[in-house]
């Protein structure tokens, strides 16, 4: 099964249109496909440990998209640039 979902996401060719223009095709090595039934589980598995470490942030997640909002007071923003910063690694 990790087989097959692997390499359902991995190495996928991909074409804009617009009209009646095509771009050329690229190959795609990451990311879940737009519009498959698995993409929002495979999200969900893949930001499940994404949680706030801060008591000033907070992380919200719904389908594909992921925020990370949180309380500035006297503009000391370093728990949220922080918490960016984790998201990121």
Not at 1 to 17: A, G, H
Not at 34 to 59: E, F, K, N, R
Request: aromatic share 6%; glycine share 4%.
């Amino acid at each position: 099964m990790c087989d097959w979902i692997t390499n359902s996401v991995t190495d996928r060719l991909q074409s804009v249109r617009v009209g009646n223009c095509v771009s050329s095709t690229l190959t795609l090595s990451t990311g879940a496909p737009q519009g498959c039934v698995l993409s929002p589980l495979l999200y969900s598995l893949y930001t499940y440990d994404c949680t706030a470490t801060s008591s000033s942030t907070v992380i919200v997640k719904f389908a594909d998209n992921t925020v990370v909002m949180g309380l500035i007071s006297d503009n000391d923003e370093r728990a949220y640039l922080e918490e960016t910063k984790h998201l990121e690694n």
